[in-house]
């Protein structure tokens, strides 16, 4: 009988091919040889804890310069926008010179970015007019500015964001130097990123939190939760047996505290030092010093760069006045490095008490009153001022910008002294009325962004400013360009 054969001869041809394929295939897999292709198989990039921080570089005659940011996204070199900030923060950004604030702390993918997109809304801006006059304005604002990164910003491990604003370069003025309008763009920005240095050798851009205040919001064993009054940032801190607890400070509920403290390698935060400021019916306010009253002094009026607590109402960039007959006035030094200069405040070189606190310097008043009075008018710019018990005077830093003389050699690192001339027309010499002051740049004093610093350059000084009843002498945290 004549077999049908199941594989016509023509269809062996396709056949053979399919099945030595599958034969090479099958001994590719049990080889290890075998990929499956990238679209299906593609890792997802590494995850990086961020901490996002703001600060600024200053102009000279502003006090406060407040500003709705966000929301705020990165373009990768590749792939859709990461959301840094969903939604918006009221940010007051004149005291943050030579210093930043944490915005937020997220995980983001690790990569390249190619761009960033920020919401800015809504400035005010309170300055001394070349007369000499505080003065408020608030110009129309509302736009998304795009920076473009050139080369791309590269966040690896666990990583700093600062986003820097140049308030010379974010606002228009007149030939008297007076801030006319805002004239925000990309220019007016510079973003960098690096990665979290080791805890000893923290600075402000990598890693290191200085005089950060908020409210805490809840306390679970050995880490708190701090909403931060600055920006509203949420932060989780974690203390341990070497935590300094300075003024009373506790962590309970509902208390004002200033921290201090570091980001250690897995982006989490650790506070070296809790200094307690008032409970939730205390008031803070902090700015520069306008008016002394009184030999020794009985009375403060300061232009607020910063206010919490119940009824502090009156906003940044008002006018706040405290009765100091009985304050205590102290000194926050953080992390100013005191070696060989003597305590402060109680060298002769740094005195801070009701007989030499001084127009010009940066303070910080806190109260245990319950309640603010307002007082219900309106001064000559349309702002609205306000008056309280001080029952603390906290000296706070500052920052100051002139150019350099006094020192023998160019120098890189301290201790060494040097005279810092500041412009006549800056609010602090028209304040003070005074130019110059002595810096004590000392040991532990971050040099960033210079090599080193000789006579004739211009730079920035953030640190403490004491005034000795002839002279004004400066501690410095750190000098920058």
């Not at 990238?38 to 005659?61: N, Y």
């Not at 960033?448 to 009843?469: C, D, E, M, P, W």
Request: charged content about 15%; hydrophobic content about 40%; overall charge negative.
């Amino acid at each position: 009988m004549k077999q049908t054969s199941l594989i016509r001869p023509h269809a062996m041809g396709r056949i053979l091919p399919s099945l030595l394929s599958l034969t090479l295939m099958l001994f590719a897999v049990s080889c290890g040889m075998v990929t499956t292709p990238p679209s299906s198989m593609a890792p997802k990039a590494q995850q990086s804890t961020v901490q996002f921080k703001i600060g600024d570089s200053p102009a000279d005659r502003v006090f406060a310069f407040e500003v709705t940011l966000g929301p705020i996204s990165l373009t990768p070199d590749t792939g859709a926008p990461v959301t840094i900030l969903s939604g918006t923060q009221r940010v007051e950004l004149s005291h943050l010179s030579a210093t930043s604030v944490p915005l937020s702390v997220l995980s983001i993918p690790q990569g390249s970015y190619r761009s960033a997109s920020i919401g800015v809304a809504n400035p005010e801006i309170t300055f001394l007019n070349s007369a000499g006059q505080v003065q408020h304005i608030e110009p129309a604002f509302n736009q998304t500015i795009t920076i473009d990164f050139n080369p791309s910003l590269a966040i690896s491990a666990s990583s700093v964001v600062s986003i820097d604003l140049d308030i010379s370069k974010a606002l228009s003025f007149d030939a008297q130097g007076n801030p006319t309008g805002v004239n925000l763009n990309a220019a007016s920005f510079s973003v960098g990123s690096a990665a979290v240095a080791g805890n000893d050798r923290q600075s402000d851009d990598d890693g290191e939190l200085e005089d950060t205040t908020g409210t805490i919001t809840a306390v679970n064993g050995t880490s708190f939760t701090l909403s931060v009054t600055q920006t509203g940032a949420v932060l989780m801190f974690t203390t341990d047996a070497n935590t300094e607890f300075r003024d009373g400070a506790s962590l309970a509920v509902n208390t004002m505290v200033t921290v201090d403290g570091i980001t250690r390698m897995d982006g989490t935060l650790y506070a070296a030092r809790v200094e307690g400021s008032e409970d939730e019916s205390g008031a803070e306010a902090e700015g520069l010093i306008t008016a002394v009253a009184g030999n020794p002094a009985t009375s403060l009026t300061l232009v607020a760069d910063e206010e919490s607590g119940k009824g502090m109402a009156s906003g940044v960039g008002s006018m706040v006045t405290a009765n100091v007959s009985n304050a205590q006035f102290l000194v926050d030094a953080g992390d100013i490095d005191t070696a060989g200069i003597g305590g402060l405040p109680s060298a002769p070189e740094f005195p801070f008490s009701a007989s030499t606190v001084h127009a010009g310097q940066r303070v910080q008043l806190e109260s245990k009153e319950s309640e603010v009075e307002s007082s219900g008018s309106e001064d000559e710019d349309g702002g609205k001022g306000g008056s309280l018990q001080g029952d603390k005077v906290r000296l706070q830093q500052q920052t100051l910008v002139g150019t350099v003389s006094g020192l023998q050699s160019p120098a890189n690192a301290g201790p060494v002294t040097l005279t810092l001339t500041v412009a006549s027309d800056s609010a602090f010499a028209m304040l003070s009325g005074q130019t110059q002051v002595m810096v004590f740049w000392q040991p532990g004093t971050d040099l960033k962004n210079l090599s080193a610093v000789s006579n004739g350059q211009t730079i920035r000084v953030r640190g403490l400013v004491f005034y000795t009843g002839t002279g004004f002498n400066m501690v410095a945290r750190r000098i920058t360009n």
